[in-house]
């Protein structure tokens, strides 16, 4: 009798192990081919109180074959589009993206503004240089300082220029030329005017004439680099001067032609 107790009790022991209440939703197969999915209310003595989608019933022990639970997979919702994605991939968009537009490029036009209208080469300016030239007395060379007003198209410029004699019975001592230009473009000028020049020999000259300058290139984006071609020649009769006293003499026909380099600021 303790014997088939303990045998007894042993079983109930196994059996309440076996069909533990499990946890979570399950599938619950049975002997007539059916399988059930849902969860596992409570534990009866005759089987599982089972709530399924088909309603609540009590499933006897000895009808189950097979019970397993749901795996997580299983268990997720299906993904359903929202209704403007499905509407964005069913109708996908027709619109065109507008091409790129280029950058606006200034014309040339633009580029070769009128000489009027850059201020950065209308007004009074300053300029140092230098100069050399020849003429029948043989060579001059010297330094040069500058005025230099553009009004537009037209302009004025002083020039006055002092330095040497390369070889000559005259020594060049200066000079002062008066121009009036006119601006053909923003590169090249030409000009005219008055120039009155001092030598130096055994007597003191100064003479006075007409001064050209048919070649004035500026260069730069300021024109600050000049290069001028300048010709002169002697009109006026000069004074000499002597130890001994003061009389005329002719210097007219006297020609001269410089080059020169200036920078304006």
Known sequence: ????????????????????QP????????RDGKSRQGRVISETQKGYLFSSASGTSVIPFESIVDMSPVSAAQEAPPLVPTPMVAAAVAKPSTEVPAPPVAPAFPAISE???????????LGLRFGVGALAGASRDGGNFGGQGLLDYTFGRLGYRLALNLGGSVSSSLS???SVDNLVHFNISDVFSLGAGV???????????LY????????????????QHQLALTATLAVVSSLASWPGGICCADMAGRFEVNAGYAYLF
């Open 111 to 121: 580029l070769r503004a009128p000489l009027e209208e850059r201020p950065s080469r």
């Open 23 to 30: 946890q979570g939703e399950q599938i619950i197969r049975t």
């Open 208 to 223: 006075a004439g007409p001064v050209l300058q048919p070649v004035l290139i500026k260069l730069g984006n300021r024109g």
């Open 195 to 205: 120039q009155v020049a001092l030598f130096q020999g055994y007597l003191t000259f």
């Open 172 to 174: 060049f001592l200066g």
């Open 1 to 20: 009798m303790y014997s088939f107790n303990t045998v007894l009790v042993a079983c109930f022991v196994v059996a309440s192990t076996a069909f533990a």
